[in-house]
């Protein structure tokens, strides 16, 4: 140092931030990782594929029909315009939501035979329910001849509905189906022939008495199969 330099003055440290600069710059560096995070999932979403778009739209189709019905459609372009569970998920998110127009242009468009029991036995009862017979019989049909888990379902919902109509040989077919299907079940057969004798079947009264004595049920049914059988000859 020359004779007559000032001698150098260290660096005076910052001020240290007040707290509403500090809570500031926290607010900053948060709204910075929420962007970045947003934008993250944005790219994902943007790259997803089909398969991951649908079930993200299962996830979110009771609490948020909407956004799963946005995501199926792009789950179905992306799959190059033909994806059949896409497809029918949202047939059945339209149906559940009242979008009959929606939900009945996508069901005609499918091949029944190649659909899944279980969505096309809820997509039958919702159909039911909204009184969209054709379509409602159409689905409910195709169970009931699958001899399926879900074909016994099916066949309770079309008695009920032939029932309700009063289609007295649809229902009494209904009806023999189920006890036959499941012959070791006597609720079944005490059904059927309470249907039969209070529309005076007698022919069938006893044919259904002669098949439900062959079935392995409990002794005191088949006691009381036996007394109604002498009671008629």
């Known amino acids: 140092m020359s004779p007559g330099d000032s001698p150098p003055t260290p660096p005076r440290p ?66 190059g315009g033909s994806y059949p569970d896409a497809e029918r998920e949202l047939c059945r998110i339209a149906a559940d939501q009242g979008d009959w127009t929606t939900a009945l242009e996508w069901f005609e468009h499918f091949a029944v035979a190649d659909c899944p029991a279980a969505f096309l036995l809820e997509f039958g009862e919702l159909a039911l329910a909204a ?3 054709p379509p409602a019989l159409a689905a409910l049909d195709e169970v009931r001849q699958r001899h399926s888990p879900e074909s016994l379902a099916a066949l ?12 007295e040989s649809q229902l009494l077919d209904c009806a023999w189906e189920l006890a036959r299907r499941q012959p070791e079940l006597p609720a079944l057969w005490w059904k059927l022939l309470d249907m039969l004798d209070v529309r005076q079947l007698d022919s069938q009264y006893l044919q259904a008495l002669h098949e439900a004595l062959r079935q392995s049920l ?10 109604r059988l002498v009671a008629r000859l």
């Not at 079309?158 to 309700?164: A, F, G, K, N, P």
């Not at 409990?218 to 007394?227: F, G, I, T, V």
């Open 14 to 79: 910052s001020p240290a931030p007040t707290g509403s600069q500090a809570r500031g710059r926290f607010a900053a560096a948060v709204c910075v990782g929420l962007v970045i995070l947003a934008g993250g999932i944005a790219w994902r979403a943007l790259r997803a594929k089909p398969e991951t778009l649908l079930r993200q739209a299962s996830v979110l189709a009771v609490r948020d029909p909407q956004r799963a019905r946005g995501l199926l459609e792009t789950a179905i372009r992306r799959a």
């Open 131 to 133: 009184r969209q017979t």
């Open 156 to 167: 309770n919902l079309l008695l009920s509905h032939y029932l309700s109509q009063n289609q």
């Open 218 to 227: 409990p002794a005191r049914d088949k006691a009381e199969l036996q007394h």
